[in-house]
C-alpha cells in the first residue's frame, strides 16, 4: 500500500507491505504501548540502519501508524542528522583516511562529522520534559537548531549511528530502552544513494564518485560496528524478509 507521509516538512509516497505492517509493525508498536503503560518517564526508542536503507521515512510511517490507532500510544520521530556540524564547520575540519589527511567535507556525513557531545547532553536530559531538537535541512544542506519540540510519551530517534560501537559514539545505545537495526541489500542502498545524489543535482558520474568514496564507506561502517539490536530486521527493498527479535512482541 502506498502512503503519503509528511517527513521533515517534505511530502514523501512510500510503500509498506501489509503483511509487514500486521505481522511486524503494528505488533511492535503495541509492544511500545504496553512498555509505556508501565512507566511514568519516556520511552527511547533507537532506529538504525545504513544510509539509503529507508530508516527517515520508516520512522515516520510507524508515528502515522501510532496516531491512526485508537489503541496505541502516539510516538514522535525524530532524527539525528541536526546533530551533524554546521557546514562552516565541517569544512574547516579534516580527517584520516589511509594515512592522509583528507577534507571532512569530501565524507560528510560519516561519524566524525556528527557532534556527539551536543546528542548525548540532549539524550541525558529527553527523560525530563520537553526539550527541543535540531532538524537537518534538505533544503540549504546544513543543521538548524531547535526545529522541532520533544513532547511525546515514546519517542522513536533514527539514525546511522546510534548503535555504532566505535570511537566517541561507544556509549549512545547506553540511553535507549529499546533498539531496532534495518539490515538491507547493499546493491540496493548503492542504487538508492546514488539516485537520491543525482535528484539533489549531480551527474551521473558526480552521484558515483561520492557513493565510492563517501557513502559506501559510510554503509560498511554502520554495517560492520554495531551493537547487537533487540530487534534485527533484514529487508529486500522495502518488504521485511527476516527478523530476530531478543523481546517477546
Keep these: 500500500m502506498e502512503y503519503n507521509l509528511s517527513v521533515n516538512g517534505l511530502e514523501v509516497a512510500a510503500t509498506f507491505e501489509e503483511q ?4 511486524f509493525y503494528l505488533p511492535l508498536l503495541r509492544l511500545l504501548t504496553r512498555i509505556k503503560e508501565n512507566r511514568k518517564d519516556k520511552l527511547i526508542v533507537f532506529l538504525a540502519a545504513p544510509p539509503g536503507c529507508g530508516k527517515t521515512t520508516l520512522s515516520y510511517f ?6 491512526n490507532s485508537e489503541e496505541l500510544i502516539p510516538l514522535q520521530a525524530a532524527g539525528i542528522d541536526g546533530f551533524m556540524y554546521k557546514k562552516n564547520v565541517i569544512n574547516d575540519m579534516t580527517i584520516e583516511i589511509d594515512g ?3 577534507p571532512l567535507a569530501i565524507y560528510k556525513g560519516c561519524p566524525e562529522s556528527f557532534n556527539v557531545d551536543a546528542l548525548r547532553n540532549k539524550l541525558r536530559i529527553i527523560r525530563s520534559g520537553n526539550i527541543t531538537w535540531p532538524l537537518y535541512s534538505r533544503q540549504i544542506h546544513d543543521s538548524v537548531d531547535d ?3 520533544i513532547d511525546r510519551d515514546i519517542v522513536l530517534i533514527e539514525g546511522n549511528y546510534l548503535l555504532y560501537n566505535q570511537g566517541n559514539w561507544k556509549d549512545i545505545h547506553n540511553y535507549c530502552d529499546l533498539s531496532l537495526f534495518i539490515h538491507n541489500d547493499v546493491s540496493k542502498l548503492a542504487e538508492r544513494l546514488i539516485n537520491r545524489k543525482k535528484m539533489g543535482g549531480s551527474s551521473d558520474s558526480e552521484a558515483v564518485t561520492h557513493y565510492e568514496t563517501s557513502d559506501r564507506r559510510n554503509v560498511i561502517t554502520v554495517m560492520n560496528h554495531h551493537y547487537e539490536p533487540d530487534i534485527d530486521v533484514v529487508l529486500d527493498g522495502s518488504t521485511i524478509t527476516s527478523i530476530t527479535s531478543h523481546v517477546e512482541l
Excluded: F, H, R
Design 20 to 23: 509487514d505492517i500486521e505481522g
Design 62 to 67: 510507524l508515528q502515522y501508524l501510532s496516531e
Design 100 to 102: 592522509k589527511t583528507q
Design 147 to 149: 526545529v522541532i519540540t
